[in-house]
């Protein structure tokens, strides 16, 4: 059997280029943040959920810089269900976004449509419920797909850069790889991977515990 000398290139270049991948991404841990329901608010829902001139009142401080989770909840309700006492996230935005697991999708009955924050357009709506007011949303109810938040040095450290796509390996006795692992850059960002409920559940994940991207 004749080896076509193409093909054999073709190979080794495959290969090298699998060796300088594997040398680009520099094993790095980064610490899991695991994600509850939740929902960021604009100013104007703010006021209509909570009253005129409503500020939110910081509970605690999140892991990422300026980030916090307000004492403030809300119930958010939906054609077939509702879920209680969801916590808002500060500080304000500027659009209400609602941030939710396939499991509470079932729950509200509402389908469960995975997007990067921010990406609303086309999906489901629902209403919110505060003490002082509701407010109903055409859209927002997004299932957060799974990202990293890596500043400047970070992304540099792990080989990567913004808007880039990897796979992440769990450690533990229910290991696993996630594929399709957004990475979002910016020197405002702390070094995390954030999953929902559902996922850090399905491998055994808890805050702080650590995972790698893989090549």
Not at 119 to 137: E, F, I, R, S
């Amino acid at each position: 059997m004749m080896i076509d000398e193409n093909q054999v290139k073709m190979i080794v270049a495959e290969v090298i280029k699998g060796i300088e991948l594997r040398e680009r991404i520099k094993t790095g841990k980064i610490p899991t943040g695991v994600s509850n329901r939740h929902l960021h608010v604009s100013q104007a829902d703010l006021e209509t959920l909570f009253g005129k001139g409503y500020q939110l009142k910081e509970m605690k401080p999140l892991s990422q810089p300026g980030q916090y989770a307000a004492d403030e909840t809300v119930t958010v309700v939906g054609p077939k269900g509702s879920l209680e006492k969801v916590r808002i996230l500060g500080p304000v935005r500027p659009s209400t976004q609602v941030e939710i697991s396939l499991t509470d999708s079932f729950k509200l009955g509402v389908p469960g449509i995975v997007r990067d924050s921010g990406d609303t357009k086309k999906t489901p709506g629902c209403t919110l419920k505060g003490p002082a007011g509701a407010v109903t949303l055409e859209e927002g109810v997004i299932v957060a797909a799974r990202h990293i938040h890596a500043s400047t040095a970070d992304a540099a450290k792990l080989g990567v850069k913004d808007m880039d796509r990897v796979a992440i390996r769990t450690g533990g006795v229910k290991s696993v790889v996630f594929n399709n692992v957004l990475v979002r850059v910016s020197d405002k960002f702390a070094l995390d991977f954030h999953i929902d409920t559902d996922e850090a559940n399905a491998a055994g994940l808890k805050n702080g515990d650590m995972v790698e991207i893989v090549a």
